[in-house]
């Protein structure tokens, strides 16, 4: 690179460093973050690095530099290599009754969406219960869901353990409220749900929240060029901080979770709101033997969270690995800072 001008060897030097945040980020879903926490920042800022080696790879291109390959490396390992950030296509299939069954996973933010007043809050909580019961799915997960939610449902079976919650149609022989070692605010459970004769457990997972306040958001969502280094240097750090906690407590209550599908006698299907991306250790961890919806039969970037610059996946249904998963929406009405997913499931 000694042909390099002065400004295209700054460039390159800055494709080095991005290269090496990639790889950390590349690998970040087979360290456990408790040992290696930079990779778990990291692998929320992965699409960014990929558009930012996309850049890289057109720049290196219109100046015919053999520097392209660098990037261009870095976009084929991930393609091939880690979870798809993008799909192109969805998988639609229209599945018999008595084969099928299906499910949606939403986080209702306990209704406050609209306010934290109390008349908004039941307000809301209508709203979301209307558009619960016009989706009609066979099975509803619902998270950061309030107690009252089950007098406005149209299911005859539930299991709620506090803001956790499952719903069906089918009947519920069983359920139980999965208790982690550290405290937290969010909590997951399970039901062994009988569909068409078969025994399937279900998990309504709400794994450990980054708890965003709005200094954080301000941070994530603006750029105040009147912020002092040192106040912005205190602000980025105080969030690296909570990603790096949150990532902790999230291993832990993955690892009480991946014991109970473990030891579960029934095929298992796995929802909720994970608080991680699809390119992380926690999100590798709970897929084992398990099928990604989204992935399955699902189409485009599938974000569940768009409260920030970039949107984010961060809500899931995972499939046992003999089942198929057909017709996945992330839908689209506006009523949390989650959009609710759901899919079918086919029996194989």
């Not at 106040?231 to 909570?242: A, E």
């Not at 989204?294 to 984010?312: D, M």
Request: a positive charge; glycine letters at 4%; charged letters at 20%.
């Amino acid at each position: 690179m000694k042909n390099l001008s002065l400004i295209n060897k700054l460039l390159y030097t800055i494709n080095i460093v991005f290269l090496l945040l990639w790889f950390c980020a590349f690998l970040s879903p087979y360290i456990n973050p408790k040992t290696f926490s930079l990779g778990a920042l990291l692998a929320i800022g992965y699409p960014i690095l990929l558009l930012t080696h996309l850049f890289f790879v057109l720049y290196w291109l219109v100046r015919f530099n053999k520097a392209i390959y660098l990037s261009l490396a870095v976009l084929i390992l991930s393609y091939f290599f880690s979870v798809p950030v993008f799909h192109a296509k969805s998988k639609f299939k229209a599945l018999a009754q008595d084969n099928s069954f299906s499910v949606l996973s939403f986080n209702s933010q306990l209704s406050y969406f609209s306010g934290g007043q109390k008349e908004k809050v039941q307000t809301h909580q209508s709203k979301i219960s209307h558009f619960l019961n016009q989706e009609n799915t066979d099975v509803l997960c619902l998270q950061e869901a309030r107690k009252g939610m089950s007098s406005s449902l149209n299911y005859p079976y539930n299991a709620t353990f506090g803001f956790s919650q499952i719903y069906s149609k089918y009947e519920i022989v069983s359920s139980q409220k999965i208790i982690f070692n550290e405290t937290s605010t969010n909590s997951s459970c399970y039901a062994d749900l009988i569909i068409h004769r078969d025994t399937v457990r279900v998990y309504n997972l709400h794994l450990e929240s980054l708890h965003l306040g709005n200094d954080d958001y301000s941070l994530l969502k603006e750029w105040d060029e009147e912020t002092l280094e040192e106040q912005l240097q205190d602000k980025t750090q105080k969030l690296s901080n909570k990603i790096r906690k949150a990532s902790s407590k999230r291993v832990s209550q993955a690892e009480k979770i991946i014991e109970s599908i473990n030891r579960s006698p029934y095929p298992t299907l796995i929802c909720g709101d994970f608080n991680d991306v699809p390119q992380s250790y926690i999100y590798r961890k709970l897929n084992a033997d398990h099928k990604d919806a989204f992935l399955e039969s699902g189409k485009g970037f599938g974000a569940t969270y768009r409260q920030l610059i970039f949107p984010f996946r961060i809500d899931f249904i995972l499939a046992d690995k003999h089942w198929s998963a057909y017709n996945f929406k992330v839908l689209e009405e506006k009523l949390s800072d989650h959009q609710a997913i759901r899919c079918d499931i086919e029996f194989n």
